[in-house]
C-alpha cells in the first residue's frame, strides 16, 4: 500500500491534485492542499501517481506503507 505525504510550506494552491484525485486531495479555504486520505487503494493508485507528478511545486509524495 502506498501512503501519500503532503508539505503545505511548498503548496501553492493551484489544484491539481485535487483535478487528478478528488477523493484525496482538496484545496482549503487558505488555498492550501489537504489529504483527504493518507493510504491509497490499488483501484486508485494511477490517478493519485497523476496527481503527485502534476503538482509543479512537489509538495506531494508517495511512499510504501
Partial sequence: MMRITADRDKCIGLGLCEAEAPGYFAVDDDGLV????DDVD???ADAVR?????CPTL???????
Avoid: Y
Wanted: cysteine-free.
Fill in 59 to 65: 509538495a506531494l509524495r508517495l511512499a510504501d506503507g
Fill in 42 to 44: 490499488a483501484g486508485h
Fill in 50 to 54: 497523476a496527481a503527485v507528478a502534476a
Fill in 34 to 37: 489537504v489529504l483527504l486520505a
